[in-house]
């Protein structure tokens, strides 16, 4: 009997590590599947409006008018934020570009990159600006009039900066973008805002490379990116030039468009501080808005390339008479 007892106990034991070991084996490949399955990064829940809005870019004619001036654009990117934002910005306004590059420390198959092995992180983007700044210099100075930097989470219409361009000659040393005037330490006529995007003549780059970055007159990392390359500018003798419309309304916006939106002031870029109404702020010809969700970069992308408004005047949208006659 009592040896019936230690053969059934003896079967017991066996059967339960036998079952141990197939859960264990069953946790192993299941973490394995998790590791190799798609991280946070990849799954994208924007992936199908990519799409979607790739097959509209090709069937969308870009609207160059009589602009030759060949514009260079670059945005600053990280391997881990390429698929949610870098691809969606290729995938909009950044394509209208003659060139665009995206700035990153590893290679993509998503959108046009160069390579930079440099350290990332924010307190890392002026290293990584003056470096870029040096690569278009050596690779693309001749081929291209301007050289565009902008973020992943910008977006620009190239047309309207296209427009506020061909009224500059390249050959000389020109810079425009959102001028911020105040003393930050820093800069001596302020500073230009790095989120609203920035853009050099091919010969404010050159001068910037070759008399501020070359000759190490410029700050290599850390510290604020727009505030560093404002200085490195003024250092090669390259002072922010004034980007408003004629009525001095500002083209290029260091913020969402809902947040102007939501002011009853806007955000001032004029030395005397002068503010505007906030449904009045932002010139007819505005070129860039900033801090937007990669959603809001489809919705604009939409709304201005692929929706017909009948009757809108350029400059303030239905005028009420027509509206009126129109009405049934």
Known sequence: MSCNCHALLKGRLVRAFVVSAAILILLQITLVLVKTGPTASERDPLADALVIFQELGNRT????????????CWIPS????????????????ASRCDKTVFISAEPSDDVPTVVL?????????????????????????????????????????VENLRLLLSRHSSSQAHVFGHHIPVDREAARRGYLSGGAGYVLSREALRVMVEEGVRRDRCHSDGGSEDLEVTRCLETAGVQPEDSHDALGRSRFHPHALLSYLKSKECFSQQPEDKSFRADDCCSRDLISFHHLKTEDLYMIEFLLYHVNVHGRTPERGFPLEQVSKSTP
């Open 61 to 72: 004619p870009l609207l160059r008018h009589n602009f030759t001036q060949r514009l260079l």
């Open 78 to 93: 990280r391997p881990s934020s390429v698929r949610t934002k870098a691809r969606h910005v290729w995938a909009t306004w």
């Open 117 to 157: 092995p440099l350290p990332e992180g924010r307190g890392h983007l002026t290293v990584k600006t003056m470096a870029a700044f040096s690569y278009l210099y050596d690779h693309h100075l001749d081929e291209h009039d301007w050289f565009l930097k902008a973020d992943d989470d910008t977006y620009v219409i």
